[in-house]
């Protein structure tokens, strides 16, 4: 069976290494550079190692391609390519649309439509099927389907495997053929009663830890007021055996789906005149908290912020990967250089952003931890400057919430 997978980023490579023990998988994807080093068995995800890549590439089980119609006489199409927000916060489905273009265009025969991309409730069945229909020439009639990905970059105790899959389709056909496709390669399939409930289900699980993260967030700030300790109260907090999830305070939230699902969800609430007001006020508070840590920064340190060597640890927007999408380091360094401090940051995994690169991580006045890296020495950060705000609440002996 041939299997093509639309974007081959940390969702779409994914499913490609797991589908490739057992089918033939196109990777497509845009990035021509993504592509080349596919084919040359380099993988640019953690979770995917390029010796089993290659292994795969010389079985000829995986190709990289980005040829469109490389897509042709695939018996399942995976769409994994971002739904991000526009510049004015809204949901941006112009990935999806281009994905649903080229299947439209150059899939000549019934293929079963997989959208693992995440995106609002209706998307399915109201946006992905009738905007392939509108590009196929011969009004092919595909499947479709829907089983929401919930990769956790970088953890190694849920793959693929063992973490539990929600499915549906828009028919029974395509309910138990998505069934089948999974099975091969998950062993806890759960399936729902439409599209709908496997998207909002997605979108809900990200809203909840986008809340409780705000919640967190906001009583870190209460409990500085009150001159206690957050964490140890979060820790007094959680020896209640149970009705209590712990989260901890942050910099901000960072990554492709925290910051970004719960827009979809309330813009999706508001075209239906629910006020997402609970979902929308998380988000502010927890954009808020870069703010919020200058300022405690800038009133902790004699003159102020002005002219000062500040160097920020990790940028990445979470321990031991490479991702900086939506990275709180991005508003922290905003905030810092408009009070006239010159920021550098320190992130050898992440080693290039925004046209800078990683400093050393010694020589400052001031550092501020944003996300530490297993790799990253305490004793070096320490070391790095005569303040050190850490904001992970990891580090002892710094300052922090
Ligand atoms: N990364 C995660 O942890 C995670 C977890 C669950 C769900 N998701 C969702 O999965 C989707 C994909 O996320 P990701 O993290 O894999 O993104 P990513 O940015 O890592 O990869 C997306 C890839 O798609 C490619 N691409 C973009 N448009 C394309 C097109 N029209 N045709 C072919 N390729 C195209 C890009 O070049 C990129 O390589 C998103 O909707 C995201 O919200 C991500």
């Known amino acids: 069976m041939k299997i093509s997978i639309i974007g081959q980023g940390y969702v779409g490579l994914t499913i490609a290494q797991f589908a490739a023990e057992h089918f033939d998988v196109v990777g497509f994807d845009k990035n021509i550079k993504v592509v080349h080093n596919l084919n040359q068995g380099v993988s640019h995800i953690e979770g995917v190692d390029s010796n089993s890549l290659r292994k795969l590439i010389n079985l000829g089980r ?3 391609t980005s040829d469109e119609s490389d897509l042709k006489d695939s018996e399942v199409v995976v769409i994994a390519v971002p739904t991000p927000l526009t510049n004015e916060r809204k949901p941006d489905l112009s ?3 281009s994905a ?3 299947i ?3 899939l000549q025969s019934p293929a079963l439509i997989i959208n693992e991309s995440t995106s609002y409730p209706g998307t399915l069945r109201n946006y992905i099927k009738p ?3 509108q590009f196929s020439p011969k009004k092919v009639e595909h499947l479709y389907a829907i089983s929401p990905e919930r990769v956790d970059p970088g953890r190694t105790d849920f793959n693929q495997r063992n973490t539990p899959r929600l499915y549906a389709g828009l028919t029974l056909d395509a309910t138990k053929r998505v069934k089948d ?5 998950c062993d806890s399939l759960i399936e ?3 599209p709908e409930v496997a998207e909002a289900a997605k979108l809900f699980e990200n809203t909840f830890r986008q809340v409780n993260i705000a919640l967190v967030n906001e009583f870190a700030q209460i409990t500085h007021a009150l001159g206690i300790s957050v964490h140890e109260t979060i820790n007094a907090a959680a020896t209640k055996p149970y009705g209590f999830m712990k989260f901890s305070p942050s ?5 492709h789906c925290i910051p970004i699902d719960p827009t979809y969800l309330a813009e999706v609430a508001e075209a239906h005149n629910v006020p997402a007001t609970f979902i929308r006020r998380a988000n502010e508070v927890n954009r808020e908290m870069a703010e919020y840590v200058v300022n405690r920064v800038e009133s902790e340190v004699s003159q102020g912020l002005r002219g000062k060597n500040v160097l920020i640890v990790g940028v990445a927007y979470k321990p031991n990967i490479a991702d900086t999408r939506e990275t709180a380091a991005e508003l922290v360094i905003e905030h810092l250089r408009s009070r006239g401090a010159n920021v550098a940051w320190h992130d050898d995994l992440v080693s290039e952003w925004r046209g800078e690169t990683s400093s050393p991580l010694l020589g400052a006045d001031i550092t501020i931890v944003l996300t530490k890296h297993d790799v990253v020495s305490e004793t070096q950060i320490h070391q790095s400057a005569p303040y050190v705000f850490d904001t992970t609440g990891t580090i002892i002996g710094c300052q922090g919430f």
């Open 62 to 64: 995986y190709k990289a």
């Open 95 to 97: 990935f999806i649309e």
């Open 100 to 102: 649903c273009i080229d």
């Open 104 to 106: 439209g265009k150059n």
């Open 131 to 133: 905007m392939i229909e």
């Open 181 to 185: 496709f999974y099975s091969y390669f």
């Open 192 to 194: 729902v009663s439409s």
């Open 251 to 255: 910099a901000g939230v960072g990554g």
